[in-house]
Nanobody, 118 residues
Framework: QVQLVESGGGLVQAGGSLRLSCVAS????????MGWYRQAPGKERVLVAT?????NYLDSVKGRFTISMDSAKNMMYLQMNSLKPEDTGVYYC??????????????WGQGTQVTVSS
């Protein structure tokens, strides 16, 4: 069983920065996919950033957000700069993990709230 735990959310003024972290624990052979999703109030969850097959970002965050990973620590980060009120939402870490026996399974973190005030 693998667990993903996010941290780093909070309340910040527009123009500010936050760094989200996601740590994966458990028996992991490798990751097929890792990314960050955001769910704004009353809206569907959307993919914000992924580093599978290159770095890809939601258009609205390009140039402001940076996804990175420390493979040795099984940690993924999302550096968020120049935050805007529309970046507000719950941010989720998502991963497709290759487990022993070469079984693949998708996991979600519990989410971390990011609130950007105007």
């Amino acid at each position: 069983q693998v667990q993903l735990v996010e941290s780093g959310g909070g309340l910040v003024q527009a123009g500010g920065s936050l760094r989200l972290s996601c740590v994966a624990s458990g028996t992991i052979i490798s990751f097929n996919f890792m990314g960050w999703y955001r769910q704004a109030p009353g809206k569907e969850r959307v993919l914000v950033a992924t580093m599978t097959r290159g770095h890809n970002y939601l258009d609205s965050v390009k140039g402001r957000f940076t996804i990175s990973m420390d493979s040795a620590k099984n940690m993924m980060y999302l550096q968020m700069n120049s935050l805007k009120p529309e970046d507000t939402g719950v941010y989720y870490c998502n991963a497709e993990v290759v487990e022993p026996g070469w079984r693949t399974r998708e996991y979600w973190g519990q989410g971390t709230q990011v609130t950007v005030s105007s």
